[in-house]
Nanobody, 118 residues
Framework: QVQLVQSGGGLVQAGGSLRLSCAAS???????????MGWYRQAPGKQRDLVAR???????NYADSVKGRFTISRDNLKKTVYLQMSSLKPEDTAVYYC?????????WGQGTQVTVSS
């Protein structure tokens, strides 16, 4: 059973930085290498939106709202995906969820709150 465990997040002032981590377990490195991994976020009363994703070739995609401020990366040996968030804005406040798409199945992390104060 694949599990994703998130860490990081919390409260930060506008302009600050945070790093989120998401570690996978229950699947070997050889499988994680093939997975697309990424991050979504959901603000209160809004739908869950894609923030960033990274493919098995390390190709990346970002939401326009975070381009130039957020960086997604992965360490396959650690089976972990990261989201480095800089120049944070109050509108980045949301619950952030990591995901991994493995063999057509999407697995989700437990979610972590990021709150940016103005």
């Amino acid at each position: 059973q694949v599990q994703l465990v998130q860490s990081g997040g919390g409260l930060v002032q506008a302009g600050g930085s945070l790093r989120l981590s998401c570690a996978a377990s229950g699947t070997p490195v050889a499988i994680i290498r093939l997975a697309t991994m990424g991050w979504y976020r959901q603000a209160p009363g809004k739908q869950r939106d894609l923030v960033a994703r990274i493919g098995n070739g390390d190709n990346t995609n970002y939401a326009d709202s975070v381009k130039g401020r957020f960086t997604i990366s992965r360490d396959n040996l650690k089976k972990t995906v990261y989201l480095q968030m800089s120049s944070l804005k109050p509108e980045d406040t949301a619950v952030y969820y990591c995901y991994a798409q493995i063999r057509g199945i999407v697995y989700w992390g437990q979610g972590t709150q990021v709150t940016v104060s103005s």
